[in-house]
């Protein structure tokens, strides 16, 4: 067992979830991967208590959460109270970061600016546009969305707080305007970002934190400064850890089925108490940045799964790093059929060797 793994599990709330809807899952997780997007959903299953599919997707529709490029430029769910200032901090230095990329697409600020104004225009009173309805705009007035220079153009609109993704239409997502609202000053927004990636999942070190945020180190520090009085830390083989003081308690499931980019992964740079080297490219296959869904035990990764959606029944494929004990055997039926009655589908399970 991995006692590191099994307090994140805690302090994330998947062994103990008590939210009361998604917006709280949010707000606790200061802000949650967001790039698959049904995946997402039953990464909020999960930690919402008889929640459903059918409801997540209601509170992205009514604009509960909301999903948007928030951190390290990629798409993540921040609560509605917090995007303002979570784009206020994060945004400016990807933008800044994104200025050679720009630059290779023939996107001068002129170009930019125009097509960020254009975009908010075609969403006036209250529009959903899909990606590609929004791209028709922008070609109609001479702009290319050729190649990259589309999403370039569409998350642009994104950091400058303008825009976000709302509620998908098919396969596609669609977007909406953002309402105005209140920034923070730089030190106090990094300061309430790491107050609460650290309460919600630790154990975990400062690295970590500047990873996770994409924060300059020194920034990543001062803002750890700010908040390590609400803190505890802990020496783990020679490594410091900082966590919520609030004692973790016994998990109540000795094994959970996580989708892909779940925070349980992807919220730390240093995955190694929860993951063994071996099965890194298992889980990431070719490092291509793409994550699949994992099986965990006993706060470690012992495998992968992945869903084959059917009229009538959800399909699950398990590729396991090892046998399941017999415990496990009966734990993992349990997973699955939490995840149908999440899907409102009834669950085979095809073991794979």
């Given at each position: 067992m991995s006692a590191i ?9 998947i062994?103990?979830p008590h ?16 790039q698959?997007?049904f ?27 909301m ?13 509605p ?5 979570i ?9 800044t ?8 697409l023939?996107l001068?600020?002129?170009?930019l600016i ?11 009173g209250g529009?959903h546009?899909t990606?590609?309805?929004l791209f ?12 990259q220079?589309?999403f370039?153009?569409l ?5 400058e707080?303008?825009?976000y993704q ?8 669609t977007?909406?305007?953002l309402?105005?609202?209140k920034t923070?000053?730089?030190?106090e927004?990094?300061?309430e ?5 650290f ?5 975990v070190?400062?690295?970590?934190f500047?990873h996770?945020?994409?924060l300059?180190?020194t920034v ?6 700010a908040?390590?009085s609400?803190?505890?830390?802990e020496?783990?083989?020679g490594?410091t ?13 000795s ?6 980019f779940d925070e349980y992964i ?7 108490a ?6 890194a490219d ?17 706060g ?9 959606l059917k ?7 398990l590729e ?7 415990d496990e ?15 409102g589908?009834p ?7």
């Open positions: 793994g099994l307090r994140r599990l805690y302090h994330q709330r062994t103990h939210f009361k809807n998604a917006a709280e899952v949010v707000s606790w997780l200061g802000a949650m991967q967001g698959d997007y995946g997402t959903q039953w990464a909020f299953g999960l930690r919402l208590p008889n929640s459903s599919e059918a409801n997540i997707g209601q509170a992205i529709n009514d604009g509960q959460i999903r948007t490029w928030a951190v390290r430029g990629t798409l993540f769910y921040v609560a109270a917090d995007i303002h200032w784009l206020g901090l994060i945004a400016p230095r990807q933008i970061g994104n200025a050679g990329r720009y630059r290779e023939e001068d600020e002129p170009t125009r097509s960020v104004e254009l975009i908010v225009k075609a969403l006036d529009k546009l990606r590609s309805e028709d705009v922008l070609q109609a007035e001479g702009i290319s969305t050729q190649g220079r589309g370039h153009l998350q642009r609109a994104g950091l707080r303008l825009v709302g509620e998908m239409r098919g396969k596609d997502t977007f909406h305007t309402a105005a609202g923070l000053p730089p030190d927004a990094a300061a970002l790491a107050r609460r990636y309460t919600s999942r630790g154990p070190t400062l690295a970590d500047a996770w945020a994409g300059p180190i990543a520090r001062a803002a750890l400064e908040v390590k609400q803190l505890v830390a020496i783990i083989d490594q850890y900082w966590l919520s003081p609030e004692a973790h308690q016994p998990p109540e499931k094994l959970y089925l996580l989708p892909g992807l919220g730390y740079k240093d995955r190694s929860v993951l063994d080297a071996a099965f298992a889980i990431c296959p070719g490092g291509n940045g793409v994550f699949v869904s994992t099986i965990v035990s006993g470690r990764v012992i495998g992968t799964w992945k869903r084959t009229k009538k029944v959800v399909e699950i494929s396991l790093f090892r046998p399941l004990t017999d055997t009966e734990a993992l039926a349990e997973a699955a059929n939490a995840y149908g009655a999440f899907l589908l669950v085979v399970i095809h073991p794979l060797a």
